[in-house]
């Protein structure tokens, strides 16, 4: 059986191609790939431990409330925002390596 799950990374570069980017960016990341493979398939891949910038208001797992608020204002259901702060990584985890 084959797992798939897409990531949203938050470095600049990938979400915009340069090296400032917003949580409007991270937004409209998630929207295409939501748009692309259905909203099952979307979770967070942060990249903080690697990347030397970060977008704007984004800048560590401490700002993830923008995050969720901003997701909120574009919106999202709670569901959605669930399965795409935590619950699409926890399932595809669980499938892979076992259950707790």
């Given at each position: 059986m084959k797992y798939h799950n897409f990531?949203?990374?938050s470095y600049p570069y990938f979400?915009?191609?340069t090296s400032s980017a917003t949580i409007e960016d991270v937004i409209a990341h998630i929207d295409y790939?939501?748009?692309?493979v259905?909203?099952?398939y979307v979770a967070i891949g942060s990249d903080f431990d690697g990347i030397e910038v970060v977008p704007s208001g984004l800048e560590d797992t401490s700002k993830f409330?923008?995050?969720t608020e901003a997701l909120f204002d574009h919106g999202y259901t709670k569901e959605e925002?669930?399965?795409?702060?935590?619950?699409n990584f926890r399932r595809v985890f669980e499938q892979v390596c076992?259950?707790?």
């Open positions: 990531s949203e990374v979400l915009n191609g790939i939501k748009n692309l259905g909203i099952d409330p923008n995050l925002i669930e399965k795409i702060l935590y619950k076992g259950s707790k």
